[in-house]
């Protein structure tokens, strides 16, 4: 619990700090300009997203394996936190390349590309969580569908890059728009420094919503045992037949 | 700066939607943890009259 | 080597029943190629009246159109038996379970064999293509993208099969999976249409049949999971 929440304090402090050091105190690139600076936040979040469809696949697979509930929580909160990062991922790519390519969207770009239908198939599998209600159905085919996910993934990588490679497309935007920065040494610790604070703050939030999809969970099975135990005693009361099918009060 | 807007809009929303999520998961957690917390009380005040411990 | 004898057999059974249920259920199988035609006619009042823009840009819709008709396609091969309950039936059986996917794998392949025999002729007319030497290309194609959708149809059908909101679930599933099929299936097709000028006809066709071998693989080893309960 306290641990939790000093991570939290850390997370903030990390993030503002990282922030700051990014946006005001590194010097800009000598070709893409102040521009650049949208990569210290875009760079960590598409890590991240990758990161936590990774622990998404990797759970359920142990799901599948030990059938621990425990292990669908760490699921689930891998992909919701996925989505979000991802999401801010390609938000960040946009911006970044509008000013940098001229086009906010580059379908050449086999990273962008992946990366939106990654968004796509884990908004699908969110979905389908929510429409699901039995939970150790849910976590099964949850899982596999995971799974599926993650496998398709380096095959719309490859498939995107052969697009561009095969067809010898053009590169949209300035070869004089390559990445150069005027001080490297600061350039990489400002990177590596708003990687590290980001990975805090998702091992926080991944921690917070794992204790959400638990107390959820408890919640859920309550309102089906209040269910049932309801159910049983209107058949009861109107005939008069007491513990069917073995099942007595308070067993 | 050059190109404000868009560093603004970027880091922006980033900043502002990490921010976002992390307090709306603060709160559901402590939505759900108060109506755990009603459930089990519930539970008690009903389990205790059949066993008294 | 009995056993795996045993379980194409299971495999060819399935997929054999399925077959002819889908012919006996003609009107069903029948609205699905209406359907497909009805968006290939659209596509022409988006796209046309300017033919050459509807020829360039035939392969992909040839190929949306087939995904779009698969979407019905194997969603029809799973709910009859969910209606049914044949599938309980099915399960409860001591067969493998790849054997069962592959079965409706099949069925799913003949049913999208039959979609693209005649989307393909149609693209050809309403498009004004020639489709000229480029017809075993095309089967090709055909084949390889048809297997995939049937491969990664089956999967899902059986995941949303019983769902309330499957009709929304399915594609919402199914449809960015297939986003590689979808590319690698247009790429090949324009490819054999204008007689392979850039050579990379085959890396295509290479593409999809990865695709399929990967799908029907992770298809095959995960849908017992389906059948649980």
């Known amino acids: ?251 | 700066m050059q190109d404000l807007g868009f560093i603004v809009a970027g880091w922006g929303l980033i900043l502002g939607g990490l921010a976002a999520y992390a307090g709306l998961l603060l709160r559901r957690l402590a939505v759900a943890r108060a109506a755990s917390l009603r459930i089990r009380r519930q539970a008690e005040s009903v389990a205790s009259p059949d066993h008294p411990a | 080597m009995s056993s795996l004898r045993a379980d194409a057999a299971v495999a060819w059974q399935i997929a054999r029943k399925d077959a002819l249920s889908e012919l006996r259920g003609r009107q069903a199988a029948g609205s699905t190629l209406f359907f497909a035609g009805l968006v290939l006619l659209l596509f022409g009042f988006a796209l046309g009246p300017d033919s050459r823009r509807l020829t360039e840009a035939s392969p992909g819709l040839l190929w949306l159109a087939i995904v779009f008709g698969s979407l019905l396609t194997v969603g029809r091969l799973h709910q009859l038996e969910a209606e049914d309950g044949a599938l309980e039936e099915l399960a409860r059986y001591p067969v493998e379970r790849y054997a069962i996917y592959l079965g409706k794998a099949l069925a799913g392949v003949a049913a999208l064999l039959v979609l693209g025999g005649v989307l393909l002729p149609l693209v050809a007319i309403l498009y004004g293509i020639d489709l000229g030497s480029a017809w075993p290309a095309l089967l090709v194609t055909l084949v390889l993208g048809a297997i995939g959708l049937a491969a990664v149809g089956t999967f899902y059908a059986g995941v949303t099969v019983r769902m309330q909101s499957r009709e929304v679930m399915l594609p919402l599933l199914m449809l960015p999976i297939v986003a590689p099929l979808l590319l690698a299936a247009v790429k090949a097709t324009s490819a054999a249409l204008l007689g392979d000028p850039l050579g990379d006809l085959a890396a295509w066709l290479q593409l999809l049949g990865a695709f399929d071998v990967v799908m029907l693989v992770a298809g095959a080893a995960t849908y017992g999971y389906l059948l649980e309960e």
């Open chain 1, 1 to 251: 619990m306290n641990v939790t929440r000093a991570l939290g304090v850390v997370a903030l402090l990390a993030v503002v700090g990282a922030s700051i050091n990014a946006l005001f105190l590194v010097p800009a690139d000598v070709n893409q300009g102040d521009a650049q600076r949208i990569m210290y936040v875009h760079v960590p979040s598409a890590w991240l997203g990758y990161l936590s469809f990774g622990v998404t696949a990797l759970a359920g697979i142990g799901y599948l394996w030990k059938r621990d509930l425990r292990l669908d929580a760490v699921a689930v909160a891998g992909a919701e936190i996925g989505v979000i990062f991802t999401a801010f991922a390609i938000w960040g790519g946009m911006m970044w390349g509008r000013p940098v390519w001229g086009v906010f969207w580059q379908w050449e770009d086999p990273r962008l590309t992946t990366t939106a239908l990654l968004l796509a198939l884990y908004l699908g599998y969110l979905l389908f969580r929510r429409l699901t209600d039995d939970p150790h159905r849910r976590a099964a085919r949850a899982a596999v569908v995971g799974l599926i996910a993650a496998v398709d993934i380096p095959i719309v990588h490859f498939s995107v890059e052969w697009w561009r490679g095969l067809h010898q497309a053009p590169t949209i935007g300035s070869p004089d728009k390559v990445l150069n920065p005027s001080a490297p040494g600061l350039f990489v610790i400002a990177l590596v420094s708003m990687v590290l604070a980001f990975t805090i703050a998702w091992t926080w939030l991944m921690i917070r919503r794992y204790q959400l999809a638990r107390i959820e969970w408890q919640i859920e099975e309550h309102g089906r045992l209040g269910r049932i135990s309801a159910a049983r005693r209107a058949v009861e009361a109107s005939t008069g037949v007491q513990g069917v099918d073995g099942v007595k009060e308070g067993a």
